[in-house]
């Protein structure tokens, strides 16, 4: 069996379980160019679905290092460490926001998917925080849509400052 065909019996169980694979096998080049018209048009939203679908979005769109820093307490300094674009823990399956981690695993073994709840604020001189924390949810019926029904577990973020016309990741709060 070549690989294309094992990617499509892939893509075929995936759809037919009811959600699609959350990472293409090859990267479209329309990610970069969806990103950067984004930034231009001043869409964060669109932007940040960019930055999640792809790891050439996050190394082109994150400042040479990212500062960790805690969540409970963002303005002490953190520590700075080198960008990693293969590192994000929000991953997209279908329309729906889930963590990076229970996307791999699903795709491997089929365990459940853990929902992540999204909240943007914007902030002072343009820049985003992006704060994410996994949830329960309700499939609402409309195919595109869940509810939320409680919060859990702890919350982190990511922070995006408004660079040079466009927006960077330059913090992560955990």
Known sequence: MTRIQ???????FATASGAAT???????????????????????????NQFIWS???RRKYSAPTVEERAFAAPTRPGIKRP??????????????YVDEASAQRWEKHGTPLIDLMLDRKKLPGEGWQVT??????????????????????????YVFARVAGCWKLVQWLK
């Open 55 to 57: 790891p050439d979005v």
């Open 83 to 96: 960008a990693n674009p293969n590192q994000f823990d929000i991953a997209m399956m279908d329309f729906y």
């Open 6 to 12: 094992a990617a499509l019996i892939a893509a075929l």
């Open 132 to 157: 994410y924390q996994p949830a329960l949810m309700r499939d609402d019926g409309e195919g595109d849509g869940k509810t939320l029904i409680r919060r859990i577990g702890k919350p982190k973020a």
């Open 22 to 48: 959350h990472k293409d096998d090859v990267q479209p080049p329309t990610y970069l160019k969806d990103a950067a018209s984004a930034c231009q048009a001043r869409n964060f939203d669109t932007f940040f």
